[in-house]
């Protein structure tokens, strides 16, 4: 029978579950004509051929080389954003001074609640979304991007109309005065202004992901990024704007990525589709919430983590202490992003054979992510253990007081990056399996529970300089929790799959 007479003339239901390579093709090239002719039903029927036949690629090709090409999508969008927040408080501190640099410190709890949103709600969705992908149910996985997508823009809203009237009273209650004050005003204003483009964007980027595109969205992330490095250069120096110019930077920066990212909705090959989810919204928004909630959890933990760690070190050491913190801190948020990569990469490879039931890719997959996880944490430690001077001078112009500490602190505390990028990962994987209730007390867990009970334990029983092995002695616990979790689910961490 010839290929065109086997593409479907009714509706969607009518495709055929497999698809013959040579009819795709024909499929394919009669698409154009098709919508010229305005045959709706024909090009509906193609349509979902096409997207049975991409949706395959996650079930059915090979594991390794399918994940590590999200791996590189992902840890390069990754890499470029640690590098121009690297850049933003580089310019920063030399321009405006010290007084520059605690003014970003001061108004980091505020990004942290921006990104946790959109990271709740592009997690949370696209993870639903992929496992009914995966279970053959495209409409009710278009309602859960719906639903992200109505969620992120509401939350959006309100954030943009709570900073914009009251930005002085929430930098101030972040702990800003005077001079400090001033300059994150200026910075945060362009940001305020722009808020929305940053959490949709943020809720954007794992959509895409699992809708087979990780390029895209690293390349969108990259255009912004490399805009916002060239553009703190040219508005801070070459205009004289100082801070305020680095926050119109970011504030542009931001909208052309966002930008890039809603042009992916005009490519053919987008299968993200709106769909209304009736009277349910406020339901698959509370899957959504349940799902995402660990990696909300985990963005908001580390800024209290620092806050109890900022009153410690100052209460028990000094402000020589607290800016060698300052380093390992800022170290720590940027290691921690590439557990973000590692999990993110291998998410919609979970969530999507998971909802399909093929139990054995998805362990396969997180084999892998374990692998590069353990890889990536070991490179960390090493690079901590051997060049900390190198590290402390990047950051800072370093006085001998903070050089006399800064080796024992950084080595210390590096030791709990060999753990920290797998267990801020394996978060992904719980919730991909539907247990986003063990992803939540591992976020939980290392987050603030247990390392702000050793941070004012540890120094009352053992001494000050204690303090620094508060972060690798929690991240070692949650480490034997995760294991013993993952053979709960009938994972051996290395060995092969059964």
């Not at 990004?111 to 639903?128: D, H, N, P, Q, R």
């Not at 370093?398 to 024992?408: E, W």
């Not at 929790?481 to 799959?497: D, E, P």
Request: charged share 15%; net charge positive.
């Amino acid at each position: 029978m010839p290929c065109q007479d086997s593409l479907p003339e009714t509706s969607d239901e009518s495709c055929p579950e497999t698809v013959d390579k040579s009819c795709l093709a024909a499929a394919e090239t009669n698409i154009q004509d098709r919508i010229r002719n305005h045959n709706p039903l024909q090009w509906n029927g193609c349509r979902t051929i096409i997207e049975k036949e991409t949706l395959m690629d996650l079930l059915k090709d090979d594991i390794k080389p399918l994940y590590f090409k999200y791996l590189a999508a992902s840890f390069g969008s990754t890499l470029i954003m640690s590098i121009y927040a690297l850049v933003d408080t580089i310019v920063i501190g030399h321009y405006e001074g010290p007084d520059g640099t605690a003014a970003v410190a001061a108004i980091t709890p505020l990004w942290t609640v921006m990104f946790a949103f959109g990271l709740m709600f592009g997690i949370g969705g696209s993870v639903l979304m992929a496992q009914n992908r995966g279970a053959g149910d495209e409409e009710k996985a278009r309602r859960f991007f719906t639903s992200s997508v109505f969620a992120a823009i509401t939350v959006a809203a309100l954030l943009t109309v709570l900073y914009l009237v009251f930005l002085p009273q929430l930098i101030r209650f972040c702990g800003a005065r005077g001079h400090v004050l001033t300059l994150g005003c200026r910075y945060m204003r362009w940001i305020a202004a722009t808020l929305p483009s940053f959490l949709i964007a943020q809720a954007l980027v794992p959509f895409i992901r699992s809708d087979g595109s990780p390029l895209h969205a690293t390349y969108s992330v990259m255009a912004g990024g490399i805009f916002n490095v060239f553009g703190d250069l040219f508005f801070v120096f070459g205009l004289d704007m100082g801070i305020s110019g680095a926050g119109l930077a970011t504030a542009i920066g931001e909208l052309i990525s966002f930008t890039c990212l809603v042009s992916y909705f005009f490519r053919k090959k987008c299968r993200l589709r709106l769909a209304h989810p009736g009277r349910y919204v406020f339901s698959y928004i509370k899957k959504i919430f349940q799902v995402g909630i660990s990696n909300f959890v985990i963005d908001l933990a580390m800024g209290i983590l620092n806050v109890m760690f900022n009153n410690q070190v100052m209460a028990l050491l000094d402000s020589s202490a607290l800016a060698v913190y300052g380093v390992i801190s800022n170290l720590a948020t940027n290691v921690q992003t590439f557990g973000y990569a590692i999990g993110e990469s291998a998410q919609s490879i979970y969530s999507t054979n998971f909802g399909a039931r093929q139990h054995k890719r998805t362990q396969e997959a997180f084999r892998l992510a374990a692998s590069a996880a353990f890889l990536v944490g070991a490179i960390c430690l090493v690079l901590t253990e051997c060049v900390p001077f190198l590290i402390v001078r990047i950051y800072m112009s370093a006085t001998p007081q903070v050089l006399q500490i800064a080796p024992r602190v950084l080595r210390t505390y590096g030791i709990a990056f060999i753990f920290l990028v797998f267990n801020v990962s394996s978060t992904y994987y719980f919730q991909a399996i539907a247990k986003p209730a063990v992803s939540l007390s591992i976020s939980l867990t290392r987050g603030f529970v247990l390392s702000g009970i050793l941070v004012y334990l540890l120094p009352l029983v053992f001494g000050a300089g204690s303090l620094w092995t508060c972060v690798p002695i929690t991240e070692f616990v949650v480490f034997l929790y995760v294991n013993f979790r993952l053979k709960q689910s009938g994972i051996t961490l290395f060995s092969r799959s059964r």
